[in-house]
């Protein structure tokens, strides 16, 4: 070899893709890590079903609900079925700080108005009405099968799950695009953003009219039959569902992707592949015993700017590290809460953008995502001038390099596309209020936002190791 050519390789960063660098017992780790994570995104397409996916995760892997009265150092809290926090509790004091990963489990959706059903007065169809929820392109939901999640609280205050539209024999649901014949002035002419207007993404829900032996003309007929099926099946009238929490997602599962089978393809991945990950890190870090106290939180609500009770910018994270403090006979005044947060070291955990072999130019190809080469470690995020953005400090993002390295860990440097393309923010900025180190830190994904985004098993897997990592060595 040159000398020129040594040097360069010595000197030089260079991303490595996983599938060269990689053993063929860490491909086959790979493509197993993924086989559990497809699983979880077919039982997790909302908030509250991820919720209660890691809820019963938790117990099964011997976690103890906070406050429930024992000395298990294993510890978690639910709020409001929308949040989770997971503690490991390490063997330095808690005061000292601790490793904190943060990731969303809200995703872009369409949900039903707060009073959605209607008998159309023109078609004469049941539909329901909707408003989306979150950066989405709206053209995309339309004329796709969708499944309807979510919860009802009856009168009774009972709490009804539904899940209508998953399953072979039930029925999906469908917002009807307009055929291309008739198009020419009512979207082609329109810019793509404008084409599909909110208010006309209303879903056909049922077209049978109720059928009365006794009454010749029933008025409100289809509308009627739609509330006779739903109190039939579930015991509700229409009130109940102006209190609902209703939403509209993908039908159908997550399945592996392209001719290897090397990729992943589902509904939900931003942000939940980071929960996932972080979740299993924790459980796999936690077999040996840990010098910094490990948190994983799960957040709602990022998705609309972390937002509501359920959000990062909520106080039920700092209430939990209080809780933590005490719980571990250490004080948990505002004080010593406030230099805890202050030595704490934060993974904002979500995805990135990878290069989009469809629309290149619109990443800077040698500070972009690359899939298959690894988790994407993110200086900054934010738009223009790093406007909303947490952008790390230098000393911070060097020991993540560090010890990424040192565990033979794939990652790569990633940003948000060209500096004036756009850009987007993630839960980093909040984090960072509270005085901790904060890095971004997650796999690329291509299609995010979409309803069927694509991940690499590559970068999933990468990314459960760069956790691991982060709570054993940090």
């Known amino acids: 070899m040159k000398k020129s050519e040594t040097l360069l390789k010595k000197l030089s960063y260079e991303r490595k893709n996983f599938w060269q660098k990689s053993s063929k017992k860490e491909r086959e780790r790979a493509f197993e890590f993924a086989e559990g994570y497809k699983s979880f995104l077919d039982q997790a397409k909302t908030e509250r079903e991820t919720v209660s996916f890691f809820n019963d995760f938790l117990q099964s892997n011997n976690f103890q609900i906070m406050g429930s009265g024992n000395s298990s150092k294993h510890l978690y809290k639910v709020a409001r079925d929308k949040n989770v926090a997971i503690a490991v509790i390490g063997e330095k004091p808690i005061s000292e700080g601790v490793n904190l990963i943060v990731s969303h489990i809200d995703a872009p959706r369409v949900d039903l108005k707060q009073n959605p059903l209607e008998e159309d007065a023109t078609t004469g169809l049941g539909i329901m009405k909707t408003h989306y929820y979150g950066g989405i392109k709206k053209y995309q939901w339309m004329s796709t099968p969708l499944a309807l999640h979510g919860v009802i609280i009856k009168k009774s205050g009972e709490l009804i799950r539904i899940s209508i539209g998953e399953d072979k024999d ?17 979207q082609y002419s329109k810019k793509i953003g404008e084409a599909i207007v909110a208010e006309h993404m209303k879903v056909i829900f049922n077209s049978i009219p109720y059928l009365s032996d006794e009454e010749e003309e029933v008025k409100n007929a289809v509308k009627l039959n739609a509330l006779v099926l739903m109190n039939e099946k579930y015991g509700i009238v229409e009130e109940d569902l102006l209190s609902a929490e209703l939403e509209l997602v993908p039908a159908g599962k997550a399945r592996d992707a392209g001719i290897d089978k090397s990729m992943v393809l589902g509904y939900g991945q931003d942000d939940r592949i980071c929960a996932y990950t972080s979740v299993m890190a924790m459980i796999e870090a936690a077999k040996k015993d840990l010098d910094r106290t490990a948190i994983v939180f799960l957040a709602d609500k990022e998705e609309i700017g972390s937002e509501s009770n359920t959000g990062a910018k909520s106080i039920f994270i700092i209430d939990f590290i209080a809780d933590l403090l005490k719980s571990n006979g250490e004080k948990n005044d505002s004080e010593n809460l406030r230099k805890t947060l202050l030595k704490t070291q934060i993974l904002s955990a979500d995805v990135n953008a990878g290069i989009n072999p469809n629309y290149p130019g619109v990443h800077e190809k040698d500070n972009a995502v690359h899939i298959g080469y690894g988790v994407s470690i993110t200086k900054y995020t934010g738009s223009r001038g790093k406007s909303s953005s947490n952008d790390a400090n230098a000393e911070f993002n060097a020991k993540i390099i560090r010890i990424f390295n040192e565990d033979k860990i794939n990652w790569q440097i990633g940003t948000l596309g060209k500096v004036d393309e756009g850009g987007g923010g993630t839960i980093a900025k909040f984090m960072a209020e509270y005085g901790a180190e904060v890095i971004d830190c997650g796999p690329g994904l291509l299609g995010m936002h979409s309803l069927y ?10 990314t459960f190791k760069a956790y691991r990592t982060f709570f054993q060595k940090t």
């Open 453 to 462: 985004e694509l991940c690499n098993k590559a970068d999933l897997y990468s």
């Open 170 to 186: 039930d029925p999906v649901f469908i917002m009807p695009d307009l055929l291309p014949h008739l198009s020419q002035k009512e």
